[in-house]
């Protein structure tokens, strides 16, 4: 009986653009601690061999701290790490593997397959690795596995990168196929795939591990590793998906319309914690208070959550008179506010608000003194 | 509020009371001369008004001179329709009392009250200022300051907000322009004032995000870069591998030996058929040479003949040649002869001809000489006769001078005779024949006519004496005259030694007469002589000389031939001599030529003599004809050589020709070039290879993706700033724009009763015209309609004059304007209207007439005359 630890698209070394830089720089971070994390996984349950199916590395000049803290963090298993070459990382002429080779961060235990032989694991299994050594890839590199000869007895494991044809792409001249039925047509026991970010079975012998670390607000069930048990060769694989990601990514596009829309939405984002990385787009029309309660509650989630993007731009504001009244705005101020109002339903909405959410600022800043004054 | 009575004592320049009643409504006009006190009666009012009765800074008040009065005002006025007095009473005894409708006030409490009333206030101490004096204030018109309004206005202005009904603080210190305010200023941490570029932050990250970009730009290049250099070297790394395998420098080589075989092999076969070409070329040599042999041979054989008929020739030649030459000696001798004689007879002919020549020089000088001598002759006579002449002439002469005085004697004799027998008496006489009279004692005979200028005795005979007295003063002066007169001439006459004037003239004219055949014989002696007789004396001698000199030569020559002798002229001689000299010559150079004619050939005999020899003696050595069958038989043998060797060759060449020697060559070239060519890339690609693996070590090393994504992730930071920056400055230039939009809108709408005002006496004074009331409340800008269009300008920028007249006529819109708040309106123009012209005071009057219907007005002028048609009487100042 083997157990592997089957893993994918770390992309170590990827920025995340979108958010803040302490907020990026956390995400880089998380990154490497997924990384560790999955060491003591496999150490953990004992594993026979990690396998990490291609995009180890999310670009070929990656700083050398990254490719040196990249192979530390696998320190906490000390078995087999086998690794291929994907799309992003391929093993071109020179990459980033040459890099990490000169630089001798690679550990004994840790196996970068650059070349498509079949090889013996710990002699416990036959790894058979279709690593990418072009800058795009057209052709279906596991070809050659339905020829390979492995030794007797030993159950066959492929290892590959790409796109499973006619299952997730229509489009026969998409980039690194794979053909759909290859762990069947090359006698494998177990196909370890990667390239897809989200966890998901092809048939039974055939899974995309995902990504252990989410890294996009697509909603496809990422952040998890496959524990992969086979009996003997021949046997089934039981695969047992193990949650590893530290945070969750959610898209979300509230519709605002009434004020408890924007009560739903505050309680929402009350409960947004330290885990979340938040995406949030809102629609729809709400008044000034509602506006201000919103500002707060973005706010205060803001600082709890791990990121968070907030786009209000298709959000128009409905001042209610009450709303007005609070302002004292009144006079020509009054007027003006009221002319924004309506400038909202023409050509330059966008202007109309801000205008208007600028005046509602500063006639709040200035309204104790107001009330003072004696209206 | 409608001023009734005034009265006034002991203040300023009234020292005893003056009182003024009898107040209209309406206009009030006061004209008196400048110092009569119209400007005191106007201060006071003020004073009254504006001064606290305790105040103690109002000594101006009293009377110059004066200490110790007290300046009193008493006002009796209407407001509100009540009836009221104020009396008041400075520094003496000083007094406060005010009575509205019976009600008496007084003290400060009296003075607060009426403050309040009529919109002034008083000042903590001292006298009262400008500031203080509210809506009186604007509307009475001190002297000379109705142009400068806007301070006026300043201090009533909370006076004129109430009237319009805005509550303090809406417009000027209200919380929309505190708002306004802020949003200006945040506005402007973004954006320029003027025109609205960004700035501050805002520019700050405009720039940074510009930065990142370009630097992101570079980074991407350099990633490009290195993405080439790997894909380079993979291409470089393949080939290499593929050329390491193959070896394809090693079949080149391989090829370059057989090659070089080939073309050794060919090489050798080239230098055989050179060899042979050389032997081949000998060979011909020796079978020419013995081929000439033979031939000079039977060349020389033939010779002979050919020598013994030279010889015959040449022999025959010499024979002609001496023929010839006999010829010629005679014919020569002959020529030289002729030649002689023809010398001799040109040497007497010309002697001939020299002699004739000689004795006709001689005739002419002989002929010349006699000329000369008979003109000599011819001349002196002339000379004689000139200097003859010349001494007539001279002793004609009359000087110049004498005869025109003569002349002139003459004519005053003539004359003083002529005046002498006009003046003198006359006597004409017709006498018998019988009669006998004697006159002066001259008897007289016949008809006679005689002038006596003297007393003159007439003697008849038979009958007596008659004396004729001519009368006439002048008688006696003029016959002295005539007298001096003659006498004079008779002087001159003498002095001349002539007889007569005409005498005198006559010598005068033969004077000329001879002076001017002596100029003619002159004349003729010139001809004869130009130089002087001495010098035709001179010629004339020289001549003779030369004329003995010709004939001495002649006599020395040879005597002249015999008569008869044929003489052949000289020409004809010359001819003849040349002729035969030519002659000479012609036959002297026929004579050389002959001559060498001669010797030529006797040569040639001698030379063909020889000739001849010389072969006969060849052909008769013995040894030759040996030589000659020698020379056959070798020359048979190398013609075989011959044949034999060119056959050799031609099979040599054509093997050549198959072979193609510089093609194999060239094949030799190019495959040691090519497998050169081929080692040297396969080492350099190495060397290439080794650059490009070092090369993109380190520009791996340098994380440079990673850097540009990071980069990226800064960029996309700052640019959502930016935006964020962006949105926000558009929202505040939007907002800061429909506020200050609102609140002019706004003030407009405030102050439009006071616009309304404005405009009805601004028609008055400039119909067309347009004024926008200021944020003061004091008139800003104004548009007339001028000669050329509208014009606009700022209050300020007015004249002083039209300043003065919108002054007036704003004060009096400020007084509708408070009327209508029920406030007290008494407006007084203390010679307000001073800058003012002719034209415009006329609208003025109508303005101030129309004013009148509506408010109390008191105007002081010194001026009445202008006044005179404002519809109201004049009022002096008692």
């Not at chain 2, 025109?404 to 005046?419: I, S």
Request: hydrophobic letters at 45%; charged letters at 25%.
């Amino acid at each position: 009986m083997i157990s592997l630890l089957h893993t994918a698209d770390w992309q170590i070394g990827r920025v995340f653009s979108q958010f803040e830089p302490d907020d990026a720089a956390a995400l880089f971070e998380a990154r490497f601690k997924v990384v560790e994390l999955l060491a003591g996984i496999a150490a953990e349950r004992q594993v026979d061999a990690v396998l990490v199916a291609g995009d180890v590395f999310d670009l070929q000049t990656v700083s050398d701290k990254t490719i040196r803290r990249m192979f530390n963090a696998m320190q906490g298993f000390a078995g087999p790490w086998l690794l291929i070459p994907g799309n992003h990382d391929s093993a071109l002429s020179e990459s980033v593997w040459s890099r990490a080779q000169r630089l001798g961060a690679i550990a004994p235990n840790v196996v970068c397959c650059l070349e498509p032989k079949p090889r013996t694991v710990a002699g416990k299994f036959t790894l058979l690795p279709a690593p990418l050594t072009q800058r795009h890839t057209y052709g279906d590199l596991t070809d050659w596995f339905a020829t390979a000869q492995g030794e007797e007895g030993l159950p066959r494991i492929g290892l590959a990168h790409g796109c499973v044809q006619g299952i997730l792409s229509e489009d026969i001249d998409s980039a690194n196929p794979i053909a759909a039925g290859r762990a069947a047509q090359a006698r494998l026991d177990y196909l370890a795939l990667g390239d897809w970010h989200g966890t998901r079975q092809i048939d039974e012998r055939t899974w995309y591990a995902g990504t252990p670390e989410t890294d996009r607000f697509r909603a496809n069930d990422s952040g998890q590793a496959l524990l992969v048990t086979i009996a003997e060769a021949g046997a089934v694989p039981a695969v047992e998906p193990i949650r590893t990601g530290q945070f969750a990514w959610q898209q979300l596009e509230p519709r605002l319309a009434v004020p408890s829309d924007i009560d739903e939405l505050v309680e929402k984002l009350e409960r947004v914690g330290s885990g979340d990385v938040l995406q949030l787009r809102a629609q729809g029309a709400c008044d000034l208070g509602g506006h201000n309660r919103l500002g707060a509650a973005l706010d205060a989630a803001r600082a709890r959550a791990r990121a968070l993007v907030w786009d209000g731009e298709a959000l128009r504001l409905d001042p209610t008179e009450e709303d007005i009244q609070a302002l004292h705005a009144d006079g020509f101020v009054g007027e003006a506010l009221q002319e924004l109002r309506a400038q909202q339903g023409d050509a330059d909405a966008e202007l109309a608000r801000d205008a208007l959410l600028t005046l509602a600022r500063i006639l709040d800043a200035q309204g104790p003194a107001r009330t003072g004054a004696g209206a | 509020m409608k001023l009734q009575r005034l009265r006034i004592e002991n203040f300023k320049l009234f020292r005893a009371p003056l009182e003024i009643d009898g107040f209209t409504d309406g206009l009030n006009l006061f004209a008196a001369p400048n110092e009569s006190g119209k400007s005191t009666v106007a201060e006071a009012i003020r004073a009254a008004f504006f001064e606290r009765h305790r105040s103690s800074a109002v000594e101006h008040l009293r009377p110059w001179g004066e200490s110790s009065v007290t300046p009193t005002v008493e006002l009796d006025f209407e407001l509100d329709g009540k009836p009221c007095r104020l009396t008041k009473a400075f520094l003496g005894k000083k007094r406060c009392e005010l009575v509205i409708d019976g009600k008496a006030m007084d003290g400060a409490v009296a003075e607060d009250h009426l403050a309040a009333l009529l919109g002034f206030r008083f000042p903590g101490k001292g006298a009262s200022t400008p500031e203080h004096m509210g809506i009186p204030g604007l509307l009475w018109i001190k002297q000379g300051t109705s142009h400068d309004i806007a301070g006026a206005v300043g201090f009533a202005s909370d006076h004129l907000r109430n009237a319009l009904g805005e509550s303090l603080g809406e417009l000027a210190s209200s919380h929309g322009d505190a708002v306004l305010k802020a949003v200006e200023s945040e506005r402007n941490e973004l954006l320029t004032p003027s025109a609205g570029t960004p700035r501050g932050a805002f520019a700050d990250a405009i720039r940074l995000r510009t930065d990142l970009e370009a630097e992101l730009e570079r980074l991407h290049a350099d990633i490009e870069a290195y993405r080439s250099g790997v894909d380079r070297l993979s291409g470089l790394r393949r080939d290499h591998q593929r050329d390491e395998a193959a070896r394809p420098w090693a079949a080149l080589r391989e090829q370059l030996v057989v090659a070089q075989q080939r073309l050794d092999e060919a090489k050798g076969l080239n230098d055989r058929k050179n060899a042979q070409d050389a032997v081949l070329k000998q060979v011909a040599a020796q079978v020419n040479s013995w081929r000439t042999q033979l031939q000079a041979m039977e060349r020389e054989e033939a010779t002979v003949v050919l020598r013994q008929r030279n010889l015959q020739a040449v022999h025959e030649g010499l024979a002609k040649a001496l023929g010839e030459l006999q010829a010629w000696e005679p014919r020569h001798a002959a020529a030289a002869q002729a030649d002689a004689a023809a010398r001799e007879n040109l040497r007497a002919a010309r002697q001939a001809a020299s002699r004739i020549a000689q004795e006709r020089a001689v005739e002419s000088l002989a002929e010349q000489l006699a000329a000369l001598v008979q003109s000599h002759e011819k001349a002196r006579s002339e000379q004689d006769k000139v200097s003859r002449l010349q001494a007539e002439a001279q002793a004609l002469a009359v000087p110049e001078g004498e005869l025109k005085q003569l002349q002139r004697c003459a004519d005053a004799l003539r004359t003083a005779q002529a005046r002498l027998d006009a003046v003198a008496t006359a006597l004409e006489f017709e006498l018998q024949p019988a009669a006998r009279v004697r006159v002066a004692g001259i008897e007289l005979s016949g008809s006679k006519r005689q002038t006596v200028i003297a007393r003159t005795d007439i003697e008849i005979e038979g009958i007596g004496r008659i004396t004729v007295l001519p009368g006439g003063a002048d008688l006696e002066s003029l016959a002295i005259e005539r007298d001096r007169a003659r006498d004079e001439i008779a002087a001159l006459l003498q002095s001349l030694r002539a007889e007569s004037v005409a005498a005198v003239e006559e010598r005068v004219r033969l004077q000329a007469l001879r002076k001017g055949e002596a100029g003619a014989a002159e004349a003729v002696l010139a001809a004869l002589a130009p130089k002087g007789l001495s010098a035709l004396a001179a010629d004339i001698a020289m001549r003779e000389a030369r004329l003995a000199q010709a004939r001495q030569v002649l006599q020395n020559m040879a005597p002249a031939p015999a008569a008869g002798a044929a003489v052949p002229s000289s020409a004809q001689a010359e001819s003849e001599e040349s002729a035969a000299r030519a002659a000479l010559e012609a036959a002297s150079a026929a004579l050389n030529d002959a001559k060498i004619a001669a010797g030529n050939a006797r040569e040639q005999v001698r030379a063909a003599g020889d000739e001849l020899a010389a072969v006969k003696a060849t052909l008769d050595d013995p040894m030759r004809a040996s030589r000659k069958v020698e020379a056959g038989a070798a020359l048979t043998d190398a013609l075989a050589q011959q044949s034999a060797l060119q056959d050799k060759v031609a099979e040599l060449a054509q093997q050549l020709q198959t072979v193609n020697l510089p093609v194999l060559a060239q094949d030799v070239e190019r495959l040691e070039r090519s497998a050169r060519q081929a080692e040297a890339t396969h080492s350099q690609r190495a060397n290439e290879i080794t650059r490009l693996e070092v090369e993109l070590e380190t520009r791996g090393a340098l994380g440079q993706e990673e850097a540009a994504s990071e980069k990226q992730r800064e960029l996309e930071h700052a640019a959502r700033r930016c935006t964020e920056l962006e949105r926000r400055a558009k929202a505040l230039d939007h907002l800061l724009k429909l506020l200050r939009e609102k609140r002019s809108a706004l003030a407009r709408r405030l102050r439009a009763p006071l616009q309304k005002h404005l405009d009805h006496y601004l028609q008055i004074l400039f119909p067309g015209a347009q004024v926008e009331v200021g944020d003061d409340l004091s008139p800003g800008r104004i548009t007339r309609q001028g000669l050329r269009g509208a014009q606009s300008g700022d209050f300020a920028e007015l004249s002083v004059g039209a300043r003065e007249q919108m002054g007036v006529v704003a004060r009096l819109a400020y007084a509708d304007l408070l009327k209508e708040a029920s406030k007290p309106t008494l407006l007084i123009l203390d010679d307000a209207l001073v800058n003012t012209d002719e034209e415009r005071l006329r609208q003025m009057k109508r303005v101030l007439y129309d004013a009148a219907a509506r408010h109390q007005i008191l105007i002081f002028s010194c001026h009445p005359d202008v006044w005179r048609d404002l519809g109201v009487v004049a009022r002096n100042i008692p």
